[in-house]
């Protein structure tokens, strides 16, 4: 998908999540958002905003998440940009209505 000198985004050869999924991570260990240091920030966003757009060109929309604490079952940081059927769906499709 997207390659820098210390970041990677890449489709996982087994499926996640969605019918579109790829994992952008940095080559170096980071153990979480929180270790992030900003100039690595930096570049991952960019790497991010660039498969983000790609997917929502694709599929029209997208979710971009990581976890962290006791929700973070892999130690190192990685961000997961998913679109379609599979994804969470925090509001369902069409908008919220309170």
Same mark, same amino acid.
Request: with cysteine; net charge negative; charged share 15%.
């Given at each position: 998908?997207? $390659?820098?000198?210390?970041?990677?985004?890449?489709? &996982?050869?087994? =499926?996640?999540?969605?019918? $579109?999924?790829?994992?952008? *991570? =940095?080559?170096?260990?980071?153990?979480?958002?929180?270790? @992030?240091? &900003?100039? @690595?920030?930096?570049?991952?966003?960019?790497?991010?905003?660039?498969?983000?757009?790609?997917?929502?060109?694709?599929?029209?929309?997208?979710?971009?998440?990581?976890?962290?604490?006791? $929700?973070?079952? +892999?130690?190192?940081?990685?961000?997961? *940009?998913?679109?379609?059927?599979? *994804?969470?769906?925090?509001?369902?499709?069409?908008?919220? +209505? &309170?």
């Amino acid at each position: 998908m997207a $390659e820098t000198a210390t970041v990677l985004a890449f489709r &996982p050869p087994r =499926p996640g999540f969605g019918r $579109e999924h790829v994992i952008v *991570v =940095p080559k170096a260990h980071v153990g979480s958002l929180l270790d @992030l240091e &900003p100039d @690595l920030a930096a570049e991952m966003m960019a790497v991010l905003q660039q498969t983000a757009a790609e997917v929502v060109a694709r599929h029209g929309g997208c979710q971009v998440l990581t976890t962290l604490g006791d $929700e973070q079952h +892999n130690q190192h940081l990685h961000w997961h *940009v998913a679109a379609g059927d599979g *994804v969470a769906r925090f509001v369902p499709t069409g908008g919220w +209505n &309170p």
